[in-house]
């Protein structure tokens, strides 16, 4: 969503009748406006009100579906610009921590709080950390050692989610190509919620547990897992456990800074079990194509899959 307001897709959003990609536009555009988010907390408010009270009549084109419009209308035509001139004299300074593919980085910020970047990601951190409030906002991977403090608990913007730390080490993942955000808990406790999630109490996600928000922002009931498989990168090691080769191909890409593809549709759900320990790619192309039945062309830093047995 753009700086500029779509009220009509407000009023859905108001109504609950937006579509899952239309609801995950509305809350990341409002988890990146807190006062309209604010606003529009009212509105519902105020419409939870009028729907508790009966009405005896109504004007003639002022059934619920135009009062919802009137309503986010009339809030917001005062409050427009007062959102644009408080998010940009809010909007704090940033730093940004990036790595390349195949580089990682160790992050320690002025609370104590550690931080370890995978492989291309990017970590922006306000110039004001700390001050009010401690957030965060990740693009990719990274693992989180956070120096708790109950007055200003720590925030992870990941994708289309908010990780809320109780007092926890843990593992984000949300990279721009894949649809989830995956939170993994090594100790303690998480909450996870959608992004703008306007009441939404989240999902607590407890040591040992594994949790992901898809694209609509509803996060997947708790599975135990062993995090230590899941947050190995993190010690130079990629393990992979019965994976799908479709998921496996994009993270040894950004490990070995190549493109992997699939030439062979086919292939995608071909699984495998693999650790890998800074090996040389090719010794890695080697061993996938052994797992998988399948075989590689290779020109520079290209490398498509194909099934053993299709000619080109």
């Given at each position: ?65 135009g009062f919802r ?100 080490r843990f593992g ?141």
């Amino acid at each position: 969503m753009t700086e500029e307001l779509d009220w009509r897709l407000l009023d859905r959003f108001l109504a609950g009748e937006c579509s899952a990609p239309e609801r995950a536009t509305v809350l990341a555009w409002l988890d990146g406006h807190p006062f309209a988010a604010q606003y529009l907390e009212a509105v519902r408010h105020t419409l939870a009100e009028r729907d508790a009270k009966p009405s005896p009549r109504r004007r003639p084109g002022m059934g619920s579906n135009g009062f919802r419009i009137a309503a986010v209308l009339v809030l917001a035509a005062g409050a427009a610009a007062l959102w644009r001139v408080e998010s940009l004299r809010r909007a704090p300074a940033m730093r940004e921590f990036a790595t390349a593919r195949g580089r990682r980085a160790a992050i320690e910020l002025a609370d104590g709080t550690r931080i370890v970047l995978s492989v291309d990601s990017k970590l922006r951190v306000p110039a004001d950390y700390g001050r009010t409030t401690r957030a965060v906002y990740l693009e990719g991977e990274a693992y989180f050692a956070i120096a708790h403090d109950a007055a200003k608990p720590f925030a992870v913007h990941a994708g289309q989610g908010v990780i809320w730390d109780l007092g926890t080490r843990f593992g984000v993942r949300a990279y721009a190509d894949e649809q989830d955000v995956e939170v993994v808990v090594a100790d303690g406790k998480v909450r996870l919620r959608a992004a703008g999630g306007l009441g939404s109490a989240g999902q607590v996600v407890r040591e040992g547990e594994l949790s992901r928000l898809d694209h609509t922002g509803v996060a997947s009931l708790p599975r135990r897992v062993d995090p230590q498989r899941y947050l190995a990168w993190t010690a130079g090691r990629l393990v992979f456990q019965d994976a799908p080769l479709r998921d496996v191909l994009p993270q040894l890409a950004r490990w070995y800074d190549a493109d992997l593809t699939l030439g062979s549709p086919a292939l995608a759900d071909r699984r495998l079990t693999l650790s890998v320990r800074g090996e040389p790619v090719v010794q890695v192309l080697d061993a996938i194509a052994l797992l998988t039945h399948a075989r590689y062309e290779r020109a520079g830093r290209s490398v498509t899959f194909y099934l053993s047995t299709t000619k080109r």
